[in-house]
């Protein structure tokens, strides 16, 4: 029996994010978007399965997300950090992130990603380069997810270690991006659709572009990404680059998705990824719950995050002594209990541990990798 037909975008109709047109491989690609009964999913399933051995083997690469701060001024209508929500805010001093580092270190981590929130006041290029010159000895494979730059801006960063350069471009639907960012320099969607190139211009040896599920109808979405990401997989050939569709989840500020999809089409949209883009790295977050997680792992991820928190000084405690309290980026007085941490961006859905992944994922046949890249080889 067939699945019910479920309208989708046709691709002669959907303009790449970039203004070109759709290459014949993203035309191939949305083909897979379409309605599948459970045979063609399974078969599809096969072949995301095969191509992953084929060309990664049996790693998936552990990596653990470092908050430095959640101080923003953008108004993101999904986002935690927003700057309308009033939330306990912080930002790390470099010790503390140090400590964060070497306690996710000590948990077998060499792969971490910094993120931060947007606010030029506290999370400016100085402070970021501190950061990473204060943690290339101890951890070899520094990326940073973090505002959007020029290029000179992004050059001394990759000199001070950072390897890795992730942005999401959030929704590629046009009117939804421009309703959900109200306020703030993330109000340019343009802006934000080149730095990826900008940072390959950069020197970044690792780029991750992605979409927040939920936002807007998926199968348009995801067309969008496998169009941006064919570009630049044509024009910034010197970098690997890595792809994610995390789910939203809930946050500060009670945003619910006006787009939600479901399991089963969520397996579907990894697998159209590995089928249509070998090569390419699938990212898996802490979002997703440990069940999805441990069902997909082997179908095409190569990259996930494990043990995750989203809060500045998560991993520690640290970070309790600056904490304050902003209503639309005004700074107020308030009495915060003792254990009180900063405002997390989202809530994770796998709460186990690091070791608790890794081990499942031996289980299932996985060799999970927490290091595959040092400056060394470099010869720097």
């Known amino acids: 029996m067939h699945a019910p037909h479920v309208p989708q975008p046709d691709p002669a109709e959907v303009v790449s994010p970039l203004g070109l047109p759709l290459t014949p491989a993203v035309a191939?690609?949305?083909?897979?978007?379409?309605a599948v009964d459970d045979e063609q999913l399974e078969d599809m399933a096969r072949k995301s399965r095969a191509l992953t051995r084929r060309h990664f083997g049996r790693t998936v690469r552990?990596?653990?997300?470092?908050?430095?701060?959640?101080?923003?001024?953008?108004?993101?209508?999904y986002c935690g950090f927003s700057r309308e929500n009033a939330i306990l805010r912080v930002t790390l001093e470099a010790e503390q992130v140090r400590a964060e580092a070497r306690h996710l270190a000590a948990q077998g981590f060499r792969n971490i990603l910094l993120v931060a929130g947007e606010h030029p006041k506290?999370?400016?290029?100085g402070y970021l380069?501190?950061?990473?010159?204060?943690?290339?000895?101890?951890?070899?494979?520094?990326?940073?997810?973090?505002?959007?730059?020029?290029?000179p801006d992004y050059v001394p960063l990759v000199r001070a270690g950072a390897e890795g350069l992730v942005v999401y471009?959030?929704?590629?639907?046009?009117?939804t991006y421009a309703r959900l960012h109200t306020a703030g320099p993330k109000k340019d969607y343009d802006w934000r659709l080149a730095c990826p190139e900008r940072g390959h211009a950069a020197g970044?040896?690792?780029?991750?572009?992605?979409?927040?599920?939920?936002?807007?109808?998926?199968r348009e979405e995801a067309i969008a990404l496998a169009a941006h990401l064919d570009h630049l997989l044509r024009t910034c050939w010197k970098s690997h680059f890595t792809v994610s569709f995390p789910r939203l989840r809930p946050a500060a500020g009670g945003f619910h998705?006006?787009?939600?999809?479901?399991?089963?089409?969520?397996?579907?949209?990894?697998?159209?990824?590995?089928?249509?883009?070998?090569?390419?790295?699938?990212?898996?977050?802490?979002?997703?719950?440990?069940?999805?997680r441990d069902a997909v792992a082997p179908l095409g991820v190569t990259l996930m995050s494990?043990?995750?928190?989203?809060?500045?000084?998560?991993?520690?405690?640290?970070?309790?002594?600056?904490?304050?309290?902003?209503?639309?980026?005004?700074?107020?007085a308030c009495d915060t209990p003792e254990d009180a941490l900063a405002t997390e961006q989202f809530s994770t859905s796998d709460q186990r541990t690091p070791q608790e992944v890794a081990a499942r994922l031996r289980e299932l046949g996985l060799d999970p990798v927490w290091k595959d890249w040092d400056r060394g080889i470099l010869g720097t």
């Open 28 to 34: 191939a690609f949305s083909r897979d978007l379409g």
């Open 62 to 77: 552990l990596f653990a997300p470092l908050y430095l701060s959640n101080e923003c001024i953008n108004s993101c209508a």
């Open 122 to 125: 506290f999370v400016s290029n």
């Open 129 to 151: 380069e501190e950061i990473l010159r204060a943690l290339t000895p101890e951890i070899p494979s520094l990326s940073i997810e973090v505002a959007p730059m020029e290029t």
């Open 169 to 175: 471009q959030e929704t590629y639907h046009r009117p």
């Open 204 to 218: 970044f040896r690792r780029i991750g572009i992605g979409v927040l599920l939920g936002l807007w109808d998926w």
């Open 257 to 292: 998705p006006t787009h939600p999809i479901g399991d089963r089409d969520f397996v579907q949209l990894l697998c159209a990824f590995r089928i249509h883009f070998p090569r390419v790295g699938l990212v898996m977050s802490t979002r997703e719950p440990a069940a999805l």
């Open 306 to 332: 494990a043990g995750s928190h989203t809060e500045p000084g998560g991993y520690t405690g640290l970070g309790r002594d600056n904490l304050h309290l902003t209503v639309r980026g005004r700074a107020l």
